[in-house]
């Protein structure tokens, strides 16, 4: 029952060149960074990543997409990640854009064994009808476009057939865990990350605080240990790195003529 791992190197250390990994955070909120870390350092390629976004500001997953070592990406979200929208367009990485909501229903769909559902979401675009460019061949044509998807009609509304996602893989990032696996988030972060370690068929957590089990409230667990393999406790330092991705302050308003603000 005890799940934690020494150290973020050992947790991955099982993961293949060409494994599906999907990864919890939106932006830098919530990204497991110290799993990345380790990944990109053992040099694992040919990743095949599900996430919503892929890494920013050169960190997260965008370290492991500097070098190299992702194949596909099934995400939402491009943002302001130039070396992203450049290998996309280059036709050196490949890219099934899906809606956020879709992409969220997707992950947390495989986790609960449902292999497929319907939404009306994407209905009368290019993500239910197809021709949606996957991978670009380097010369501004399309190497590989999306198929069409199967489209129904529940109470004359029509809704697309979507799949569930299962990776050999996650890696997410929570604010507490208990060595039996159980998580908890702490707000924003909480985002993908419950998803995404649904989603893993081996999911590996690394936690912010490491505390006994029977020290969370189970009212409290927003994730309970089984979905959960391994529990890699960070250091304060790591724990600590906490990037904002947009500063954002109110100005001091300008003092009158008799000082008054």
């Not at 996957?134 to 010369?139: E, H, I, K, P, S």
């Not at 060595?179 to 995404?196: D, E, I, M, T, Y």
């Not at 994730?223 to 990037?243: D, N």
Request: with cysteine.
């Amino acid at each position: 029952m005890d799940k934690v791992v020494a150290s973020a190197a050992r947790a991955v250390a099982d993961v293949p060149d060409g494994a599906s990994l999907a990864v919890g955070g939106f932006g830098l909120s919530g990204v497991p960074d110290t799993l990345i870390a380790a990944l990109h350092a053992r040099g694992t390629r040919d990743l095949r990543v599900v996430s919503n976004n892929c890494g920013a500001q050169e960190s997260g997953l965008a370290t492991l997409l500097a070098a190299g070592r992702i194949s596909r990406v099934t995400g939402s979200y491009i943002g302001a990640n130039k070396e992203f929208g450049r290998q996309y367009l280059a036709g050196e990485l490949e890219l099934e854009l899906i809606p956020q909501g879709t992409l969220a229903e997707r992950l947390r769909a495989g986790g609960a064994g449902i292999p497929a559902f319907y939404t009306p979401a994407g209905v009368g675009t290019l993500v239910a009808d197809g021709g949606m460019p996957w991978r670009y061949d380097g010369r501004g044509g399309v190497a590989v476009a999306s198929p069409a998807k199967e489209v129904r009609d529940f109470d004359g509304v029509p809704h697309v057939l979507e799949h569930g996602i299962r990776t050999d893989f996650a890696l997410v990032r929570a604010a507490r865990g208990d060595r039996h696996g159980n998580l908890v988030f702490s707000k924003a972060a909480r985002n993908f990350n419950p998803l995404a370690a649904m989603a893993g068929r081996i999911t590996v957590a690394e936690v912010e605080e490491l505390v006994e089990p029977g020290a969370i409230d189970p009212d409290q667990v927003h994730l309970p240990g089984v979905f959960v393999r391994r529990v890699v406790p960070l250091t304060p330092a790591q724990a600590a790195a906490k990037r904002i991705e947009r500063r954002t302050v109110t100005p001091r308003p300008t003092p009158d003529e008799d000082g008054r603000r």
